[in-house]
C-alpha cells in the first residue's frame, strides 16, 4: 500500500513552511489537534518546538505514531 505525499503550508512561529505527510498522518494529527483541542497549525507548532534537530515532517509521523501507541489498549 502506498500514499502519495500531501503537501499543506502552515506558519510556525511567523514563518511559513510546507509540510508533505501521507493523507493518512494528516488525517491522525487532525484528530490528534481536535482531541487537544487545538488547531492544526497549533498541533504543529507544539511538535516543532519539542522536535529538536529532527525534522520536522518525521517529528509529526513520530508524534502521531506515539499518540496512537498510547491509546491502543494493552
Known amino acids: 500500500m502506498t500514499s502519495d505525499l500531501v503537501k499543506h503550508s ?3 512561529a511567523g514563518h511559513r ?3 508533505s505527510l501521507e493523507p ?3 488525517s491522525a494529527l487532525r484528530e490528534i489537534a481536535k482531541r487537544n483541542n487545538r488547531s492544526l497549525g497549533s498541533e504543529i507548532a507544539a511538535i516543532d ?6 525534522n520536522l515532517s518525521s517529528a509529526i509521523r513520530v508524534y502521531v505514531l506515539k499518540a496512537a501507541l498510547a491509546r491502543e489498549p494493552g
Open 49 to 54: 518546538a519539542e522536535r529538536g534537530t529532527r
Open 24 to 26: 493518512e498522518f494528516w
Open 10 to 12: 502552515v506558519t510556525i
Open 17 to 19: 513552511t510546507s509540510i
